[in-house]
């Protein structure tokens, strides 16, 4: 029954074997760039909250038009 499903009797083909393989080595590889993106965005966001923070301590009087 098995070997009906899997449409062959030879058992598994190695280029789907290989490709499978290449696949799951590609998931791994966005996986760990995913983990790598999300810390470089937190710490970015920290950073603005950071500035943001930093900013709103100074006053400054609005800004008027450039005379031309």
């Known amino acids: 029954m098995a070997k009906a499903l899997l449409g ?3 058992g598994y083909d190695p280029r789907v ?3 499978m393989r290449r696949l ?3 998931v791994q590889d966005l ?9 470089e965005n ?3 966001a920290a950073a603005v ?3 943001d923070s930093v900013l709103d301590g100074i006053d400054m009087p609005q800004a008027e ?4």
């Open 42 to 44: 937190d710490a970015l």
């Open 49 to 51: 909250r950071h500035s």
């Open 8 to 10: 062959h009797v030879g």
């Open 24 to 26: 799951q080595q590609r």
């Open 65 to 68: 038009p450039a005379l031309t």
């Open 17 to 19: 074997l290989a490709e």
């Open 31 to 39: 996986e760990t760039q995913l983990v790598r993106v999300q810390a």
